[in-house]
């Protein structure tokens, strides 16, 4: 609303516009305006689109991915690339959490259960690579035991739980309008974004993620840096897994691999998610508050096209084209504000 | 005469800076130009501008009596302009004969070894290399042989105009010289030569004109003997630099600080022992490969070694990780700020409170204000701009990066300061201000060691020198035995004993 | 690299050569021997299939080996190669092909062998026929026929409390999927010339986190239309829907009704009336029924019908307890055991 007022008032605008255009190649500004024209003709022509219902769509749509994304982020700040096992440290965890649940445990103890055995995936991982294991290698490896012990745990078979049960607060609550699992998506991006700015841990994560080197020659390790990381990754894994079993009762290895937008994969949609938020891949630069912003983002989009009436292929591509669109966007921004002295 | 190539008044901004304010440069044919001026005077972007890296200058570029504009590297190297820059661009895996024929239009399309060897044999001869075979591997080659594989893999495009951009800055004495004598060769052959360098005894030895940049202006061109190190100095900063090495403090009888105790890092044939004692600045001399920068690695934690102790304030220990030098109050940089001094893409306050956010933060929340306050008070005693501290590392000058380099340390108020090659790539003004810098630490009671290649910084800073030659240590010389020759004899060449 | 990869073939091929040469020396009291190949066991629809398959084959003193694939055709055709190439051949294929076109290749290499070949799950196209003897598997249009027509009825029913002109939302498979089609037009002429009118259609892909917001989207476009009915092309689908429709406020079995098919969702919310009812598809039916033509080829030589399905009843809260197939094991089974779906006991 602010930005309306601000861009109605011609002065106020004109210096904004050339500020953009003094900063950034003409390219990025025709193409963010660009973007900017089909984007907003696409919500006033959606019908529907402007509700307080379908905003509050958008955002629960983008939470769970979105958790999950801001775990990652951690992960590719601090310069150790992305981890490939988010959906089967997920999987892990929702078998996990439901069995304990099957089993009468009860929310809170299903609960710690599931976060110690996520705690112990993040760590494991965390360690093999802090030890200088390749992020792909070692994450793969990763993601194909956990899958292996989740699949074997449960015998392939769908785990559930009858309701009423202590989690269903968490899956289906809602609070003062909005579906707790929202809110719990709004509390985790406020939390980790505070971490990562306010912490000295936080500071940590982004210098190692600059230059690890020079992290190391200024007394941070990477060591113990990428298994901080890696655990919260596995443990916004896990809360996720929690979150979408209590949802549904229910736990299945392959809830993680094939539900999750058309493309079905939950691993690939996270990582998308950090990318089209800007976040460099290199780490060093971005932050969790990009990511969640991300989720939305192509939440939004997605919401667009549905109410526009586009099925599943033409969304898949749109998201698709948008992952490239923005890295396209945000590198030529960092070149252009890159001013050599 | 013409001259071959002419810029006048060309301007070049990048938003509020203004990195060229109008600058006049031209070159003749067959000459050697020396570029010189302080980080930021606009040499780099001067540079770009000739080399079709930048084009998006205003002003005239006229070669060979055309006006021109480059729109790529590739198009000023067809026109017949060549730059060899500071980060090499060899592939260290192929050999020095498919490097020097790697892209361009004189490539053979099919080409076997023995053939691509006997082709790169006039050029490798032209820049001095007669003696390496062109079939070994590039990663076998010194740093030194490198930048004339470079230089060679240019001239077989058969420029025009070479630019060779600080080619010397990485080099020891030996691979200087080879430089050197590189450039006079092709000037004699009729190439025109730009040569950017921070080392003032190069420009005079070698150049035939000098042009000056300061603050994005150029100065007059001069001719090389009219001018000498004062003067040429005067030019580049405007005004008069009074020292360039503050003065030095003799031995006091004070205890060692330190005991280096049977260290034996990689890199050294045999164990050293020498002490550091409290206020001086100790020299490390020795050229590349002599193993003075391993030892300050290793007491800094950043390199393991294979025997050793330090013996300091009251016990003895080795840090195996720079983590615990820094707790012990040892502060250790390296000679490659870019690898590991600087986190380029971060803010400089970051930079400057990198190595003691435990001091700025309680119970794991940072102090912003602490920060500030911080990194505003090294800022002031190392002449950072304060205005810029929230600006990324990466935008700085190099003597502006490596005072962040250096600074950051100040935040753990060490007792010990380990530098190798404090002032590398580091123009005059800022280098007699960390030469200042370092000398005022020393004299607040912390040690400082330093180890260098350059020959003159080495024999003008420290109070006290050990010299190294190919991981020997060789002798240990007292402020009033310091001399050049002394020093350059124990460096490369200690066994020869006719000139002792 | 590629040589590694070579050896590594080749290894597993001779493991694989090795491990059936000495397999049916085990088994020369037995029936016959079958080998299977299919989808993954992970897969809970295809994990229910696999126990049907071995059960029955096991009663019926069939020695089986079952190959799984990653619904990967390219992995499925690899292993029909190294059966081919093993040279112990069954005595009958049983065939779920991951992709049925790309995989005709592959079908028609078990042809050649002369070994029967039993095609699975995927409808046979013209093709297919000249390379099988018979098809078992699921009717896509008879389920979704008997949910439409179970729609109607719920329609009637609320007519009769009063109302009239009901607006029908559709959770869809993918369009590009091949259910889809049949599907969606069985469903339509069942209730063509009813009160329902569908009023809108999200296809945002496969199981239950889809289908929670592929409807929490559709919702939002159609919400001020009305919604009354909600159709599911599974109950896996429609399960994520009725969240979504919950969460929007709507009051489910009142405000909206729901149907959907296979029985693949949450028991719970048919007995709690949240679901109106299913169409039942049973993938522990469809593992028995292709054990059973296995054995009525072997022993006749041919078989009654050519195409088999399996059994589509509807189940409903009033039925849930009380449905039941009997097996070809003779056995009756309920709905836990037939079913896929999140059916906690």
Redesign the interface.
């Known amino acids: 609303m602010s930005m309306n007022a601000a861009t109605n008032d011609p002065e106020i605008r004109s210096t904004l516009f050339n500020r953009m255009l003094d900063r950034y190649s003409p390219l990025v500004v025709i193409l963010v305006a660009l973007f900017a024209v089909v984007f907003v003709y696409g919500m006033v022509t959606a019908p529907n689109f402007l509700t307080v219902f379908n905003f509050k769509t958008i955002i629960r749509d983008a939470a769970l991915v979105g958790i999950m994304g801001i775990g990652l982020t951690f992960v590719t700040l601090s310069g150790n690339f992305f981890l490939l096992s988010m959906k089967e440290t997920a999987a892990l965890s929702i078998i996990a959490f439901a069995i304990a649940m099957s089993n009468g445990y009860g929310f809170e103890l299903a609960f710690l259960f599931t976060m110690c055995v996520a705690v112990i995936a993040g760590m494991l991982q965390g360690a093999l690579i802090g030890l200088g294991g390749n992020p792909i290698v070692v994450t793969l490896g990763a993601a194909g035991l956990f899958f292996g012990i989740a699949s074997w745990w449960s015998d392939n078979l769908v785990v559930s739980f009858r309701r009423p049960h202590g989690a269903e607060w968490l899956g289906s609550g809602s609070f003062l309008g909005l579906p707790n699992i929202t809110i719990a998506f709004i509390l985790i991006a406020i939390t980790a974004e505070i971490v990562l700015r306010y912490t000295s841990f936080g500071r940590q994560v982004y210098l190692i993620g600059a230059n690890r080197a020079a992290g190391r020659a200024t007394g941070h390790e990477n060591f113990s840096m990428a298994i901080k990381t890696c655990t919260i990754a596995s443990v916004c894994s896990a809360f996720v897994a929690i979150a979408f079993s209590a949802q549904v009762s229910s736990a299945h290895v392959n809830y993680f691999s094939s539900e999750f937008g058309s493309s079905g994969d939950m691993t690939i949609l996270v990582i998308a998610t950090v990318m089209v938020a800007g976040n460099s891949i290199m780490g060093g630069y971005g932050s969790t508050l990009r990511t969640s912003l991300g989720a939305i983002f192509i939440s939004t989009v997605d919401n667009m096209m549905v109410l526009h009436g586009f099925n599943s292929g033409p969304r898949v591509l749109a998201v698709g084209l948008m992952i490239v669109f923005s890295i396209i966007v945000f590198a030529l921004v960092r070149r252009g504000s890159r001013v050599q002295e | 005469m013409q001259p071959l190539l002419k810029l006048s008044s060309v301007k070049r901004s990048f938003g509020a800076i203004h990195a060229l304010k109008g600058v006049d440069f031209e070159i003749m044919p067959g000459e050697v130009m020396g570029l010189v001026g302080e980080n930021g005077a606009g040499k780099s972007t001067l540079v770009k501008i000739i080399s079709g890296f930048d084009n998006g200058y205003s002003g005239e570029y006229r070669f060979n009596g055309e006006s021109v504009n480059f729109s790529s590297p590739a198009k000023a190297e067809l026109a017949g302009i060549a730059i060899a820059q500071q980060e090499l661009s060899l592939i260290p895996t192929m050999s020095v004969a498919e490097n020097i024929f790697l892209a361009g239009h004189n490539v053979p399309t099919i080409a076997d070894k023995r053939r691509l060897v006997k082709m790169a044999r006039p050029f490798l001869d032209e820049v001095g290399l007669d003696t390496i075979n062109p079939a070994i591997g590039v990663d076998r080659l010194s740093v030194g042989e490198q930048h004339l594989v470079e230089v060679a893999r240019l001239i077989a495009h058969d420029p025009q105009v070479l630019i060779l951009d600080e080619p010397t800055a990485a080099l020891g004495e030996s691979d200087s010289i080879r430089i050197l004598d590189m450039v006079s060769r092709l000037s004699k052959k009729g190439k025109s030569i730009i040569y950017v360098s921070h080392r003032l005894d190069e420009i005079f030895k070698i150049t035939d004109r000098i042009t000056v940049l300061r603050d994005g202006e150029s100065q007059e061109p001069r001719t090389a003997d009219t001018l000498d190190v004062n003067s040429l100095v005067e030019l580049m900063l405007g005004r008069e630099l009074d020292i360039m090495f503050p003065e030095r403090r003799p031995k006091t009888d004070a205890e060692p600080l330190m005991r280096v105790e049977q260290l034996w890092p990689d890199g050294l044939l045999e164990p050293v022992d020498f002490e550091i004692y409290p206020g001086e600045i100790l020299g490390l001399a020795g050229q590349l490969g002599s193993g003075s920068g391993e030892i300050l690695a290793a007491i800094g934690g950043a390199q393991l070694t294979r025997s050793g102790k330090l013996s300091y304030s009251g016990r003895s220990f080795l840090p195996s990780t720079p983590k615990q030098a820094i707790r012990a109050g040892i502060a250790y940089c390296s000679e490659d700020r870019k690898l590991d001094g600087l986190f380029l893409g971060r803010p400089i306050k970051e930079n400057l409170s990198s190595p003691s956010l435990g001091a700025i933060s309680r119970l794991g929340w940072m102090s912003s204000a602490a920060e500030w306050k911080l990194a505003t008070s090294i800022a002031e005693k190392f002449t950072i701009d304060a205005s810029r501290l929230s600006a990324e590392a990466g935008v700085l000058s190099g003597g502006n990066q490596q005072k962040v380099a250096l600074g950051k340390w100040l935040s753990i108020e060490p007792k010990i300061i380990l530098v190798n090659e404090p002032t590398r790539g580091v123009d005059v003004g800022a280098r007699a201000e960390i030469y200042q810098k370092l000398r005022d630490l020393a004299d607040s009671g912390a040690a400082i060691v330093v180890a260098s290649t350059d020959i003159q910084e080495i024999t003008n800073l420290p109070d006290r020198i050990i010299t190294f030659y190919r991981g020997l240590k060789i002798g240990e010389l007292a402020l009033q035995e310091l001399s050049a020759a002394t020093i350059l004899k124990q460096i490369t060449d200690p066994f020869n004993e006719t000139n002792l | 690299m590629s040589y590694l990869k070579k050896a590594i073939g080749v290894a597993t091929a001779a493991c694989l050569t090795v491990g059936l040469a000495f397999a049916p020396a085990s088994a020369q009291d037995k029936k016959g021997s079958i080998v299977s190949f299919n989808g993954p066991?992970?897969?809970?629809y295809i994990?229910r299939f696999i126990k049907g398959i071995k059960e029955t084959a096991e009663l019926k003193g069939f020695d089986i080996k079952v190959f799984e694939n990653q619904f990967n055709q390219a992995e499925q055709d690899q292993q029909v190669q190294q059966v081919l190439a093993a040279g112990q051949l069954p005595d009958v294929f049983i065939w779920w092909p991951s992709d049925a076109t790309a995989g005709l290749g592959s079908l028609r290499a078990l042809h050649k062998t002369g070994v029967p070949v039993l095609k699975i799950n995927q409808l046979p196209n013209e093709q297919d026929k000249k390379y099988i003897f018979g098809y078992a598997g699921p009717d896509d249009r008879l389920r979704a026929r008997n949910a439409g027509y179970m729609m109607r009825e719920a329609a009637a029913a609320k007519k009769a409390n009063g109302g009239e002109g009901f607006n029908v939302i559709v959770l869809s498979y993918?369009?590009?999927y091949g259910g889809y089609g049949l599907s969606i037009n069985a469903f339509k002429e069942a209730i063509a010339g009813s009160d329902l009118n569908i009023i809108g259609d999200?296809?945002?892909?496969?199981?239950?986190?889809?289908g929670?917001?592929?409807a929490?989207?559709?919702?939002?476009?159609?919400?001020?239309q009305g919604i009354h009915f909600v159709y599911g092309m599974d109950d896996a689908i429609l399960?994520?829907g009725i969240?979504a429709l919950?969460?929007?406020g709507y009051t489910m079995g009142e405000d909206v009704i729901a149907v959907g098919t296979v029985c693949n969702g949450?028991k719970?919310l048919i007995e709690?009336g949240k679901q109106f009812g299913t169409t039942l598809q049973s993938p522990l039916h469809e593992g028995q029924l292709a054990i059973k033509l296995v054995e009525e080829y072997l022993d006749t030589g041919k078989l009654e019908n050519y195409i088999n399905f399996t059994p589509n009843p509807a189940v409903t809260k009033e039925t849930i307890e009380t449905t039941a197939l009997q097996g070809y094991d003779g056995k009756l089974y309920g709905i836990n055991e037939l079913c896929?779906?999140?059916?906690?006991q």
Do not use: M
């Open positions: 066991a992970g897969e809970a994990g993918p369009h590009s999200v296809d945002e892909g496969f199981g239950q986190a889809n929670y917001k592929g929490a989207k559709l919702i939002a476009s159609v919400k001020d399960t994520g969240k919950e969460e929007a949450d719970q709690e896929s779906g999140a059916w906690a």
